[in-house]
């Protein structure tokens, strides 16, 4: 059985890095510099940066922070945001990151998952998926009849649950299913699935296990479960019944809550098969 994974998240936007809920309110929680050296001290597995507004400000990772991060960091890191092509991906494995994250282009332009993975390998391609809880049989309501702007009617837990893509940081629905679309990633050579609930996003309330579960069953691939983590028991929730292969955290690590060796302990404790 592979180990468990804890790995914080790194959301940067004007070179600091921030936490917000549901992908709002945004607060600042330090440097990404220092954050990423103290996190790779620490013993956290991987780390995850990303560039948040990159995709909806239509500009590049900014490089030179990846670069930066990179030099002071001893584990594999993942870096996401703005990505367009394999040029970009190419400039972003160059300065130093193990692993890209694409989301909104994987699915504008299915084709540069399958491009990219047959360049680079599948292990370096990670296909992050927000997905937002919608009701099957309830659909949508139109909420403006001028802007014809569609929201999720319900999001009330049901076993006939279905959640759907949003792109461009949470503020575009895309009528895609999130479990389709991540098989379709899979088979297209995706090597890793970055899951994030957005109705879980920042409320440290717990992981959306059924989205989890879900998604982790449909593939073969690895599952990073990413949205809501407010306590060690959260992580132990969705790695042992959400099934997933590893967990994103912010919050709990960013502001001091749990520190990683704590949350490895814990788990530990638990029979979660992690490395200490």
Excluded at 223 to 240: C, F, M, Q, R
Aim: hydrophobic fraction near 40%; charged fraction near 25%.
């Amino acid at each position: 059985m592979l180990n468990k994974r804890i790995i914080p998240c790194l959301d940067v936007k004007n070179g600091r890095v921030v936490k917000g809920i549901h992908f709002q309110n945004l607060k600042d929680a330090g440097d990404p510099v220092d954050i990423a050296a103290f996190y790779s001290k620490q013993g956290a597995d991987e780390l995850v940066f990303l560039d948040i507004t990159a995709t909806i400000e239509n500009r590049g990772t900014v490089i030179d922070m990846v670069k930066r991060t990179a030099k002071k960091v001893f584990i594999p890191f993942t870096v996401g945001g703005g990505i367009k092509n394999v040029n970009d991906m190419r400039e972003l494995l160059s300065a130093g990151a193990d692993k890209v994250s694409i989301n909104s282009i994987a699915v504008k332009n299915p084709k540069l998952i399958s491009e990219s993975a047959k360049l680079f390998g599948s292990q370096c391609i990670v296909v992050a998926i927000d997905a937002k809880k919608i009701v099957q049989g309830t659909g949508y309501r139109v909420q403006s009849e001028k802007q014809k702007k569609l929201t999720p009617y319900t999001l009330h837990l049901t076993h006939n649950s279905k959640w759907e893509v949003v792109i461009n940081a949470g503020n575009t629905p895309t009528g895609i299913d999130a479990v389709k679309w991540a098989k379709k990633a899979e088979s297209l050579g995706a090597g890793e699935i970055l899951l994030t609930s957005m109705d879980a996003d920042g409320t440290k309330d717990g992981y959306d296990i059924e989205l989890n579960k879900a998604v982790s069953e449909a593939v073969h691939i690895p599952v990073i479960a990413s949205g809501g983590a407010g306590n060690l028991e959260h992580l132990y929730k969705v790695l042992k019944y959400g099934k997933t292969d590893a967990v994103l955290a912010a919050s709990i690590f960013h502001y001091g809550i749990y520190t990683i060796k704590k949350a490895k302990q814990y788990l530990k404790k638990r029979n979660i098969v992690i490395r200490i």
